[in-house]
């Protein structure tokens, strides 16, 4: 659109020339500056220029087009409000701070991320910088001029790498857990193996009956293999990052019970403690089965840990919903609210049994990940039973519970 002079009064006249005087002045800046660019930048959408007095705005089309307007669609004159009014929400109060802050005085340039809405709706990210470039006597700002980028692919790129970050964190997290657990559990197949081997011994020291020799080399093997199996096992687990909530198969319960069983074959014979299988052998769940078995395989230590000799464990199946039930010690309320805190200690069983403290909590990180909810529920003197909730819909009560 071309300006009709010859319409203009005196004054009108004057002051666009005092604005074309502005506009060429930074322009023979811009092209003295410009003589050192030798490259492109990326996401450069060209200059822009702000006559202050006359809320006119000069820019490159690319800014405009950018965002999916049209040239024609861009108004003649233009003022800031047809980009501010497209701010996102979150950036506007941040944005026209800032612009206020450099029009002040208070910093040198002006600078500035935001985002700002296409024709289509889309949010795109901009990267303005500009400054003032000429005041009056009063120090008032007259004249800006600046440079806009689109740095939306920069962003985005950013946004992924944030996301791989926290991914590897939370995998390099799970590992380090994951670890802790397999030296937990490995304890009971280890102090096992020692405590057959020295009587394996003085067995053979003493001329013992050899058929009790066999009896404890054979206890050694098995437990061995069962080590062996545990840490085969979560190390496999651990390298194929099976811990993903995608990493579903049907998983028959019973039989995962009755495995978890025999690794404690010698502990609960130790103990004179029975153990009921109560869960249909056809019962079968679609979830991640390195999880359930760690899960189980600790809760059912607890329960062997502080249950008295003579007492039952209890395992069964109803409403998507397994429980270890036992009828040992117990907890007391305060017990339990600081079951799953980092400072939850661990307490020596009924055998004087030790235990490092960390397995429910671990535990209880390692469920989440699978949609899998974890309650326990116990009282002092009564026992305690711990429940596995794969639908995660009903809602578990009682007078003394904690729940994920």
């Not at 950018?66 to 004159?77: F, Q, R, T």
């Not at 054979?218 to 199996?229: C, G, H, M, S, V």
């Not at 679609?286 to 809760?299: D, E, Q, W, Y």
């Not at 607890?302 to 409403?319: F, M, Q």
Request: aromatic share 8%.
């Amino acid at each position: 659109m071309t300006t009709e002079y010859k319409d203009l009064r005196r004054q009108e006249l004057i002051e666009q020339l005092q604005m074309k005087d502005r506009l060429l002045e930074a322009f023979s800046r811009e092209r003295d500056d410009e003589e050192t660019l030798k490259f492109a930048w990326a996401g450069n959408l060209g200059h822009w220029y702000w006559d202050v007095q006359a809320n006119q705005v000069t820019f490159n089309p690319l800014k405009a087009t950018n965002l999916g307007y049209k040239k024609s669609e861009i108004p003649v004159p233009c003022d800031y409000q047809f980009f501010t009014d497209k701010l996102h929400p979150e950036d506007f109060e941040a944005v026209m701070q800032n612009m206020r802050d450099h029009l002040q005085g208070k910093t040198g340039v002006y600078e500035v991320e935001y985002r700002i809405q296409a024709k289509t709706g889309e949010w795109k990210w901009y990267y303005d910088r500009g400054k003032v470039t000429k005041r009056d006597s009063q120090g008032k700002p007259l004249f800006l001029a600046g440079i806009v980028f689109d740095i939306s692919e920069r962003k985005a790129m950013q946004e992924i790498q944030q996301v791989l970050i926290r991914s590897l964190s939370e995998q390099m997290r799970l590992q380090e857990n994951l670890f802790s657990i397999l030296l937990h559990d490995l304890r009971t197949p280890l102090s096992n193996m020692i405590s057959f081997s020295e009587l394996l011994v003085e067995v053979i020291n003493e001329n013992d009956d050899p058929r009790s020799a066999v009896e404890f080399a054979a206890t050694i093997l098995k437990t061995a293999n069962q080590a062996f199996e545990l840490t085969s096992n979560v190390m496999g687990w651990a390298r194929a990052k099976s811990i993903l909530k995608e990493n579903k198969e049907p998983v028959f319960l019973s039989k995962l019970v009755f495995e978890v069983f025999h690794e404690f074959e010698v502990a609960l014979a130790d103990k004179n403690i029975e153990v009921n299988n109560e869960i249909a052998a056809d019962v079968n769940v679609m979830s991640n089965r390195p999880v359930l078995k760690i899960a189980l395989r600790n809760f059912i230590s607890n329960a062997l840990k502080y249950s008295h000799p003579g007492k039952t464990i209890r395992v069964t199946y109803e409403d998507e919903t397994v429980s270890v039930v036992d009828k040992g010690v117990g907890m007391t309320a305060q017990q339990l609210d600081s079951l799953f805190s980092s400072s939850a200690g661990s307490t020596r069983g009924t055998n004087n049994e030790e235990g490092n403290g960390i397995g429910l909590v671990l535990v209880r990180e390692l469920l989440g990940q699978i949609n899998v909810r974890l309650s326990v529920r116990s009282a002092l003197g009564e026992g305690t039973t711990v429940t596995l909730q794969f639908g995660g819909e009903n809602e578990i009560k009682s007078d003394h519970i904690v729940e994920m």
